[in-house]
């Protein structure tokens, strides 16, 4: 059973650019969850999509954004980067969200110039 | 506020030592709780999931507990290796009317040293 996949695998980016990263769940998973994860903040709760809509949000600014497709692939799209933005980004996939098991993705490394 | 708190925030064992990672949570309402290791610019790999009414859990080396009733979990490490060296995050799920949200701790630096 294939994992979860995320693209790319690391990026580098300059300020003021946008960025799209994609996520596959785990086939049968409806929900995907996004994740920050900088050295000083650890992982910060970015939002979750289940079944194309978003059901949970974390306190990010509206540059960040994402959606889910019908497959249940979901993409995370940050706009007009900052230099702060440079951090891991995780996906997790799971069966129905929060109380069921999550699997992570090996994450974007993304690094803003 | 739903927190959870984890110690050491790091923690440096010989190889072949056993080691004990603690979490506390301020989580309500509470629906399981996580461990997870994650080696260093890797994702994080679930070791035990526990519900409110398991107390012990156990996936190889790595043994867990929760005491609900303090809102507290430790995750006991027996005769470390080298490829233990990771980070062991320490999460909750919260239930709400949205399936739910999961709470994550700092996490525990653990370094194995030969």
């Known amino acids: 059973k294939a994992g979860v996949t995320q693209t790319p695998r690391y990026l580098i980016k300059t300020r003021g650019q946008q960025v799209t990263l994609s996520c596959s769940p785990i086939s049968g998973h409806r929900s995907v969850s996004w994740y920050q994860q900088t050295p000083g903040q650890g992982l910060q709760f970015l939002f979750e999509?289940?079944?194309?809509?978003?059901?949970n949000k974390g306190n990010f600014p509206g540059r960040f954004s994402g959606r889910q497709f019908s497959n249940s692939r979901s993409e995370m799209n940050v706009s007009t980067l900052e230099l702060g933005d440079s951090a891991l980004y995780l996906c997790?996939?799971?069966?129905?969200?929060?109380?069921?098991?999550?699997?992570f993705g090996q994450g974007t490394r993304l690094t803003v110039v | 506020k739903n927190q959870v708190e984890q110690s050491p925030q790091s923690l440096i064992i010989l190889e072949g030592k056993n080691c004990t990672l603690q979490?506390?949570?301020?989580?309500?309402?509470?629906?399981?709780l996580r461990w997870y290791k994650q080696d260093t610019g890797r994702g994080p790999v679930s070791l035990t999931i526990?519900?409110?009414?398991?107390n012990t859990k156990s996936n190889g080396r790595y043994t867990a507990t929760l005491d609900a009733d303090t809102k507290q979990s430790s995750l006991h490490i027996t005769a470390s290796q080298l490829s233990d060296s990771a980070s062991y995050i320490c999460?909750?799920?919260?239930?709400?009317?949205?399936?739910?949200?999961?709470?994550f701790g700092q996490g525990t630096e653990l370094s194995v040293k030969p």
């Open positions: 999509y289940f079944s194309e809509t978003q059901r």
């Open positions: 526990m519900t409110f009414s398991e």
């Open positions: 999460v909750v799920s919260a239930l709400n009317n949205q399936g739910g949200k999961l709470i």
């Open positions: 979490c506390n949570y301020t989580v309500s309402p509470f629906s399981n």
């Open positions: 997790a996939s799971s069966l129905a969200g929060g109380r069921t098991e999550a699997f």
